[in-house]
């Protein structure tokens, strides 16, 4: 009964922990081994269609590629002229924001020992398109702004809940690179 309760604490929100804690060693140990490196390569296919395929990352120089590469295709909705066959890229950047925060949530509760019974992330944003056709250079091209709700629900203490959704936000790297500049160069190939 002890090793089954032992197996249970071990994995948190289907989280293992021991993992983690072995994961977070080896950072310790040799910091060059968290040095990661995410490539993607976009094909436009046809009208507002595109497909990016992506291989594999590296880590610390060394690639490691997936066993089958993930294939991520956009397009616009119909207002904008796509044939809305799928996400365009600003609904893609809110998954991805929603992505980041949920597993930075999770892997923390996890850590800490919360259990999740069921967590929702809602996203907004508000886009004006004449900054992206080129209509008035006095409205950007993306979001004006984003809202995020997050709804988890659990056991724990609210306290303890409003903290672990608090901290996600500071470790969250797609919430970070959004609040914070970071370089960015586009170059012709």
Do not use: C
Not at 96 to 108: D, E, M, N, Q
């Amino acid at each position: 009964m002890v090793k089954v309760q032992e197996e249970i604490k071990r994995y948190v929100n289907g989280v293992d922990v021991e993992r983690i804690d072995e994961l977070k060693a080896s950072f310790n140990d040799d910091p060059d081994l968290a040095s990661l490196r995410f490539s993607a390569t976009n094909v436009w296919v046809d009208g507002a269609k595109s497909r990016t395929v992506v291989k594999g990352l590296f880590q610390n120089e060394k690639e490691i590629v997936h066993d089958a590469p993930f294939v991520l295709e956009s397009d616009e909705p119909d207002v904008l002229l796509g044939k809305d066959t799928a996400p365009n890229a600003i609904v893609s950047l809110l998954h991805a924001l929603a992505s980041s925060l949920s597993v930075s949530i999770v892997y923390h509760a996890a850590m800490r020992g919360i259990d999740i019974d069921k967590l929702t992330i809602s996203l907004e944003g508000d886009v004006d398109v004449h900054g992206f056709l080129g209509m008035s250079k006095e409205v950007r091209p993306g979001f004006q702004d984003l809202r995020v709700k997050v709804s988890l629900e659990s056991g724990a203490p609210e306290d303890e809940i409003s903290d672990l959704v608090r901290y996600a936000q500071t470790v969250s790297p797609i919430l970070d690179s959004l609040r914070n500049r970071i370089p960015l160069d586009v170059e012709m190939a």
